[in-house]
């Protein structure tokens, strides 16, 4: 399957067919990515999160019950996962100092993309879920501020990035830190949706 997006790639999971759809950062490239997946029964947003909880801690896997103003529907998952309302916004929440402002919301995390895709489930009619793996903490920073590097189009610079962590040890140490603890929370994420029921 070729589509205008970073990756769509269609399969079956527990007997049912699944289009796995990605193409970056904010809601407008979320909502190419549900265009791009064509018709379906309903849409999981899921991926990354910061937490605006203190009590959330890196790795833990939210159910979302709620994106902005959107209700989300609750699946079937493993009893470690927790439950609360997110947070999405089109830039990323850099500060330990922002997360504190936006913790008042009573939001327990924030994100990027699942506002697009509840707005495009709401019109289609259709149910939406929203699962995420935290990656940064409620009162950690992140290494650098990522909105500096987004282009015209909303995606990340990862040139741009790597140019404004080189010179900068610490900085490019924390970046890399980072990145680890990503890849990291992607595998529990995906071992934790297998099992999920939707």
């Known amino acids: 399957m070729r589509a205008p997006i970073d990756y769509l790639a269609e399969g079956q999971w527990a007997g049912r067919r699944v289009v796995l759809a990605a193409n970056g950062p904010g809601p407008k490239l979320a909502r190419e990515a549900v265009e791009a997946a064509g018709e379906v029964g309903a849409w999981v947003s899921t991926g990354y999160c910061g937490a605006l ?53 009573g939001a327990a995390a924030v994100e990027m993309e699942a506002a697009g895709v509840a707005a495009a489930a709401q019109e289609q009619g259709l149910p939406f879920y929203c699962i995420r793996v935290v990656t940064d903490g409620a009162n950690e920073d992140m290494p650098m501020d990522f909105n500096r590097y987004r282009g015209p189009d909303g995606r990340f610079s990862r040139s741009r990035i790597a140019l404004a962590a080189i010179g900068r040890p610490k900085r490019l140490a924390a970046l890399i830190r980072f990145g680890r603890r990503c890849e990291e929370a992607s595998i529990q994420l995906g071992d934790g949706l297998a099992g999920c029921r939707f």
């Open 53 to 105: 909880d203190a009590n959330l801690a890196v790795g833990d896997i939210l159910v979302g019950t709620a994106v902005n103003s959107w209700t989300a529907a609750v699946p079937e998952c493993p009893a470690r996962f927790l439950r609360g309302r997110i947070l999405s916004e089109d830039r990323v929440v850099s500060t330990a100092w922002e997360k504190r402002q936006l913790a008042a919301t």
